[in-house]
């Protein structure tokens, strides 16, 4: 297979992928766009969306659909493949795909996101048979069920509330006895009868047989005791993970594993862009995330002017 050679490749099919699709196809970059396994990126775990400028309360599958179709009229190719790996030691920088392809890139926007967190415990692997990561894809399957919520961020509650329109209890096991999450939402959850709170207490194992989840073993982390809790199902949500595996030793991480990046979505190899969750730990949004997105593009396509000498059409900074 001969190496193809791209101005731009954008890895990740979320709104920070997009983004940059769009603004990159804009700058007629003819941009690549890798989608990895997951269109639609953390959207694709979500029902409905009501918090993206412009689009009130409407499907997550329909806003993905969109911001792809909307890059993809702008000249981005989307092609669905997964790199394994990324060589940015020298210029052009070069990536390989699951496929075979071989891909010489004169510059890179990385758009990977991150994934939720796992607890590492053990019966964790029965996602899709009791154990998610995702109340508004699974919640329904709960209807008048007991489930375990694990977890004391604003994810946790938010989550473990949308769960109280189908499930009869929701039970938040915390490994400590103050919550994390914004008081708004702590007084929300206690003032909702269907919310209880087991506090102190970790998950050490999720029980379950060919039925599925049927409970969880306990243990309260100051007294060390552990108990069964039956729960028909366990929604985790404990943080998220930087998908960057594919970065390490390349780019500059931080000691969260997130990419390091200016102002300006430089990574710490000059081409090479970031934007989203991928690098932000912060805010987390699909509007934040598709806004460097969109900057990571314009920089890339400000860093390819400036390499080939050719006028920089785009926007002008300082
Ligand atoms: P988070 O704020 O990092 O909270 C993670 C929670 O999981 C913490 O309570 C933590 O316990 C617990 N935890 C972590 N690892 C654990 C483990 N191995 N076992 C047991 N418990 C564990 O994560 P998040 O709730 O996903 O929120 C992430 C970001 O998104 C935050 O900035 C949040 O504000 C934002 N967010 C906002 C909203 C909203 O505003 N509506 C909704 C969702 C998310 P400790 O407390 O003991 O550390």
């Avoid at 991928?278 to 396509?301: F, L, S």
Wanted: hydrophobic fraction near 40%.
């Amino acid at each position: 297979m001969s190496v193809e050679k791209r101005n731009v490749v954008i890895i990740g099919a979320g709104p920070a992928g997009y983004a940059a699709g769009l603004y990159a196809g804009r700058a007629q970059l003819d941009p690549l766009l890798l989608t990895g396994r997951e269109i639609g990126g953390q959207l694709s775990l979500t029902l409905d969306v009501e918090n993206y400028p412009g689009y009130p309360g409407a499907d997550a599958a329909g806003l993905i659909e969109t911001m792809q179709k909307q890059a993809e009229n702008f000249g981005t190719e989307v092609r669905i493949d997964y790199v394994t790996a990324v060589d940015f030691g020298s210029h052009p920088f070069r990536l390989e795909a699951e496929s075979g392809a071989e891909i010489e890139a004169k510059s890179v926007v990385i758009a990977t996101g991150s994934s939720p967190r796992q607890l590492g415990v053990p019966g964790e692997e029965m996602v899709g048979r009791g154990v998610s990561y995702c109340a508004t894809c699974d919640g329904f399957f709960f209807r008048e069920k007991r489930v375990v919520v694990v977890g004391g961020g604003d994810a946790a509650l938010e989550e473990g509330m949308f769960l109280t329109r189908f499930a009869s209890e929701v039970h938040v096991v915390h490994r400590r006895d103050q919550l994390r999450a914004n008081v708004t939402l702590q007084d929300r959850a206690f003032k909702n009868e269907k919310m209880r709170f087991i506090w102190d207490s970790v998950v050490e194992e999720i029980l379950g047989g060919d039925e599925g989840v049927y409970a969880v073993r306990l243990k309260n982390v100051k007294t060390g005791e552990t108990s069964e809790f039956e729960t028909d199902g366990v929604f985790i949500f404990i943080g998220h993970e930087p998908n960057t595996q594919l970065y390490e030793g390349q780019i500059e991480l931080d000691d969260k594993g997130y990419i390091v990046t200016d102002k300006l979505q430089q990574t710490s190899v000059k081409g090479v862009f970031a934007g989203g969750d991928v690098q932000d730990y912060i805010y987390r949004q699909a509007v934040t995330a598709a806004g460097t997105g969109a900057g990571a593009a314009i920089e890339a396509e400000r860093f390819l002017a400036e390499l080939e000498n050719r006028a920089y059409p785009g926007l002008t900074r300082d």
